[in-house]
């Protein structure tokens, strides 16, 4: 069993007391208290800094902040002072035996206004102008509420499960999500209910809503490049026959450590390289077909390759 030691979170400012020990047992997520310092437009509620507090681990005393970037270890020899150790010791046992209504699924809900888009409206000039249809609509069941494209997320028993929303008329934030839990997002996978019901195992795995359903109906999409140990879990099990990774071009090395993760449990495993500034949505269905059917099988070679190509079609 991992030895922890919460001392790493309280060198940066912070309580350990006010955050949430991940699945894996050796990281600790909070609140980051540098986004807005370093440009993001608000604070951090959705738990991104991840803190190392596994003593037994070579990243112990690792921070990174997974939306602003901040990163790094403490200064100190040996990274870490222990003379916190003692004042953080009685906080092990709450945060190693979470109590169950820290991680009790808050009661889901579309926002009040939400309604479906139609043509006509500016969300709907929005969307066709990304490549999406009216019959990609009506599947979907985008719609619209507080300012935003609503992409209602649901599970496999057909209950919303999640929705992301996406401003279309350059608003800030740009992006809103639903009230839940961090637990509850980390373990959600867009449109994977839909696909399960319909018995997929080709899918296509994308970051976000919009390339997932501009990759077709076999595209899900991880709501961001990093996966949580919830998600990868998920994927593992699906038993895909094939799957195309079509990560953003900027995350191409994230796409092999997944790949790396997933290649025993698919079939086979694909890794598409599209050109920098693009995406799924940006591509549009017919084009990124295309680059869909230049992926490259995942393999040593494939891996330089992928690294290397900008792959113009």
């Keep these: 069993m991992a030895t ?34 370093r440009g993001e437009p608000s604070p951090d509620t959705k738990y991104r800094l991840h803190v190392c507090v596994d003593r037994e681990s070579k990243k112990f005393g690792y921070y990174h902040c ?14 870490i002072n222990l003379a916190y150790l003692d004042l953080y010791r009685s906080k092990r046992k709450k945060l190693n035996n979470p109590e169950p209504e820290k991680l009790e699924v808050k009661s889901i809900s579309l926002p009040e206004d939400f309604s479906l888009i139609k043509e006509g409206m500016a969300a709907w000039d929005y969307l066709t102008e990304r490549g999406l249809t009216q019959e990609d609509i009506d599947y979907y069941d985008v719609g619209i509420g507080d300012g935003r494209v609503v992409f209602p997320d649901y599970n496999e028993s057909g209950d919303l499960c999640y929705w992301v929303g996406r401003a279309y008329d350059g ?23 839909r696909f399960k019901r319909e018995g997929g195992r080709v899918a296509t795995l994308c970051e976000g809503p919009i390339s997932a359903i501009a990759a077709g109906r076999s595209g899900i999409a991880t709501y961001g490049k990093q996966l949580s140990e919830p998600q990868l879990r998920i994927l593992q099990s699906l038993g895909l026959s094939k799957l195309y990774l079509a990560l953003d071009p900027d995350a191409k090395r994230e796409a092999l450590e997944l790949a790396r993760k997933l290649t ?4 086979s495993l694909y890794l598409i390289s599209m050109p920098m500034g693009e995406d799924p949505a940006s591509l549009g269905r017919e084009k990124f077909s295309e680059y869909r059917a230049s992926a490259v099988r995942y393999g040593l070679g494939a891996k330089v390759r992928f690294l290397m190509d900008t792959n113009v079609v």
């Design 4 to 37: 922890l030691d919460y001392s790493p979170v309280s060198e940066l400012g912070l309580d350990a007391g006010e955050g949430q020990l991940l699945s894996n047992g050796q990281n600790i997520a909070l609140n980051c208290a540098k986004c807005v310092s």
């Design 66 to 79: 997974f939306r602003c970037g901040f990163k790094g270890r403490p200064k100190e020899k040996g990274g």
């Design 171 to 193: 608003r800030l934030p740009r992006y809103k999500n639903c009230s839940a839990t961090q637990s509850a997002r980390s373990s959600q996978i867009y449109n994977l209910g």
């Design 264 to 267: 025993h449990h698919v079939g």
